[in-house]
């Protein structure tokens, strides 16, 4: 079997900005200097006169977003999840999404595999935090195909949108002709018709893995991608779980109010469904190697394949 | 306009305020009469604005960081002409446009959302950052509380500007002395307040009289020529000035007047504005 290649969808985000920014002049990238981890630090070194460190201050750096976008400036705030999402919360629910503002926040670091500087950084709450801030859209791609389009989609959607990557280098999935990235709607990367996971995020890579080792103990698993957390694409999720009867979502986030949370709540109400929930379970993450972190808490492929067969 | 009329029109501006607080049974009084003087010389006087074109691309803009005072820029937006002054009644009213803190989306005039205490800074440093990158001449300007600066916040955005040399961005600090729970000397002191923007690499103009017209062209003149490096106001206010029972009262601060008392300042306001028309 040959190498699969893997990057790290904070270097997608990264590179991404580069490309956008030689077509966009009204493309601007802010950071609170973290622009070495956030990868927007090669944006820097392009343009470095669109590029605006604003300091150790986050909740400054929404608001200055915020303004620069009245402005007609299309502003990418750059930090970790843990103070995107978390530390700014209210910035950037009063500033940005309250007068819907054309803000895209790059959330890089997010979920446990950000690894050995544990749990004061590994934001396991971001999806449900951005979730709750009326007209967001929240994407969190799988791969280096996906994170770049989604950054272009950001860029051409008119609002607000959380964009969700991670440290840790994961597999290139996505490479393939047909592969499409729009907003709001799911991918289905498997067909099956005994379960329907849906899974997000670096959870993807690791989901299809655990399909291929149910489908050898005769487990037939349907695999969804959902990059979008925000609108959720219902429709597709009531049809796949119609037609599976059984649903798992899996993602590196608290099992309360992510991917998760958002199928739970369409299928109680539009398509009751046995449901299990695969993430973080309400705990706080700890210190260690990434990798070694998702099998601990049980989201890499041996611990999906596990709990969805003693599931189905 | 000259200063006589400048009065004349904050006078307008006082009653509007009243009128629309009284009406919502509820919003801030005090922090909106201290500053109608302000507001008034602003945007009728200071600002390159245009209520036909709220949205020009080439305007100065102006963030009300305390947007709870936001009856008193509505009032002035109206006395310019943005919209009728007879929807000032509906402040805070189900379904009015008119909300408790200013709302862009749905004001004409208002140009950006804020209320949350310390974030509107950080925007009208964005909006001068944004004017600096495109080499455009517009000005910007933002009004603070003095109990609003000890939001730490307000305090990243004035480091930001002050590195960044934002000399078309004005923050106007409206030291009125009283916040909610009382004088800000007894809450949580933000004294000295100039030595701390001084140390932000501001400019920094001391006002004596925040209600004068005069010292206020000086200030704004003195800003207007400061090059390098962003100005802060810090003017001495009277809270709840222009209504006898309201001044320096910090149980004004967010409270509306019921009937009788909405005719007491009425009577007050109109009684300076009789004054004015004897000058």
Not at chain 1, 92 to 102: C, E, F, K, M
Not at chain 1, 180 to 197: N, P
Not at chain 2, 2 to 17: D, F, M
């Amino acid at each position: 079997m040959s190498e699969v290649k893997k990057i790290a969808t904070r270097e997608s985000y990264g590179n991404a900005l580069v490309e956008l920014g030689k077509k966009y002049d009204n493309l601007v990238v802010l950071d609170a200097d973290l622009a070495g981890a956030t990868k927007t630090g090669t944006f820097q070194k392009a343009f470095p006169e669109r590029h605006i460190d604003c300091g150790i201050a986050e909740c400054d750096m929404m608001g200055i977003a915020a303004g620069m976008s009245t402005t007609g400036k299309v502003p990418f705030a750059s930090t970790f999840a843990m103070f995107a999402a978390g530390r700014a919360y209210e910035q950037v629910r009063n500033s940005i999404g309250y007068p819907h503002l054309n803000v895209k926040i790059g959330a890089t670091h997010a979920g446990i595999s950000v690894g050995e500087d544990g749990a004061t950084h590994q934001c396991n709450e971001d999806m449900a935090l951005m979730r709750t801030i009326p007209g967001m859209v929240i994407l969190n791609p799988s791969d280096d195909v996906e994170a770049k389009a989604a950054v272009e989609a950001a860029y051409q959607h008119e609002g607000p949108v959380y964009l969700r990557f991670g440290r840790l280098a994961v597999p290139v999935i996505n490479d393939k002709p047909d592969y499409k990235f729009v907003i709001g709607k799911g991918i289905v990367l498997r067909e099956g018709k005994d379960v329907t996971i849906f899974a997000t995020g670096l959870c993807v890579s690791e989901t299809l893995a655990a399909a291929d080792k149910l489908a050898a103990d005769g487990i037939d698993a349907k695999v969804v991608n959902i990059h979008t957390i925000k609108p959720l694409d219902e429709e597709l999720v009531v049809k796949a779980a119609k037609e599976t009867g059984k649903v798992v979502t899996v993602e590196e986030h608290s099992v309360i109010g992510g991917l998760g949370g958002a199928v739970a709540e369409v299928l109680s109400e539009k398509a009751p469904t046995k449901m299990l929930r695969i993430g973080i379970n309400d705990v706080f993450g700890e210190s260690g190697p990434a990798v070694k972190l998702l099998e601990k808490y049980g989201i890499d492929a041996n611990g999906i394949y596990a709990k969805v067969k003693a599931f189905v | 306009m000259n200063k006589l009329e400048l009065q004349k029109t904050a006078n307008e501006v006082r009653k509007g305020i009243v009128t629309a607080v009284h009406s919502a049974k509820a919003g801030h009084p005090g922090g909106s009469l201290s500053a109608a003087d302000l507001f008034t010389y602003l945007y009728f006087q200071e600002m390159n604005i245009d209520p036909k074109e709220p949205k020009k691309a080439d305007r100065d803009r102006f963030v009300l960081s305390k947007g709870h005072t936001a009856p008193g820029l509505y009032s002035t937006l109206a006395q310019r002409g943005y919209f009728p002054t007879e929807d000032l009644k509906t402040l805070r009213h189900l379904g009015s446009y008119l909300q408790g803190h200013p709302d862009m989306k749905h004001i004409p005039g208002v140009d950006m959302s804020s209320g949350s205490l310390g974030q509107g800074i950080s925007a009208a440093v964005g909006m001068a950052l944004s004017a600096k990158m495109d080499g455009a001449d517009y000005r910007v300007y933002t009004l603070l509380g003095d109990g609003e600066i000890q939001e730490g916040q307000v305090w990243e955005a004035s480091m930001f500007a002050g590195f960044r040399k934002l000399d078309n961005l004005v923050v106007i600090v409206d030291n009125n002395g009283l916040q909610i729970d009382g004088s800000i000397e007894d809450v949580c002191s933000p004294y000295p307040i100039d030595k701390k923007f001084e140390a932000f690499n501001f400019h920094v103009i001391n006002v004596a009289d925040g209600n004068d017209f005069d010292q206020l062209e000086a200030a704004f003149k003195e800003a207007r020529e400061t090059k390098g490096m962003p100005t802060a106001i810090i003017m001495k206010t009277v809270k709840g000035k222009g209504v006898s029972f309201m001044e320096n009262e910090a149980g004004w601060h967010g409270k509306a007047p019921n009937d009788a008392e909405y005719e007491i300042a009425m009577a007050d306001l109109e009684k300076a504005g009789e004054a004015l028309c004897q000058k």
